[in-house]
């Protein structure tokens, strides 16, 4: 279980390095011989400026699979868009190969990102999984954007 312990207290050092007090986050754990992280599931809300719209939000994810750290590589991206119950969704499912410098081997990680642009708000919602262990989702596309559709939003006025 050391192991285990190890990863989780890791990933919260990282999470909370990113100092975004709108940030949650999920670890599943997948209960085969070893536990393991099967699914990192983070979300946030973010404002919207002027010129952000669904468009725009999958021009900048089209982007960044286009600018990765060095010993990264997009193996796969493709971009979609969808009209979900809370409001217009962008996704993205990628898939990166990591390798660290002088390395002989590295692995990959799946990542599905969307971005829900919900009906008359000045916010939008990111969900990003993340997948080391590519036996965690049969259809990763598929079964994020069913729990991204779970998605329920209560709004209400601002006096400003």
Do not use: K, N
Not at 14 to 21: F, V
Not at 61 to 83: H, I, K, M, N, Y
Not at 123 to 128: G, S
Request: charged content about 25%; proline content about 4%.
């Amino acid at each position: 279980m050391g192991d285990l312990a190890d990863q989780l207290v890791e990933l919260r050092r990282q999470l909370t390095a990113q100092d975004d007090p709108f940030l949650t986050a999920a670890v599943s754990l997948r209960p085969e011989l070893y536990l393991t992280i099967g699914c990192l599931l983070t979300t946030s809300r973010v404002e919207l400026g002027p010129d952000d719209t669904p468009d725009s939000f999958e021009t900048m994810l089209t982007d960044s699979v286009r600018r990765l750290a060095p010993g990264s590589r997009t193996r796969a991206a493709e971009t979609w868009q969808v009209d979900s119950p809370a409001g217009r969704t962008v996704g993205l499912l990628h898939r990166i190969e990591y390798r660290l410098l002088e390395a002989d081997e590295g692995w990959i990680e799946l990542r599905a990102m969307f971005g829900v642009f919900p009906t008359g708000c000045s916010e939008m919602v990111t969900f990003t999984f993340t997948v080391s262990d590519l036996g965690t989702f049969g259809d990763m596309r598929a079964e994020t954007q069913q729990i991204v559709d779970t998605l329920r939003v209560t709004t209400e006025e601002i006096s400003r």
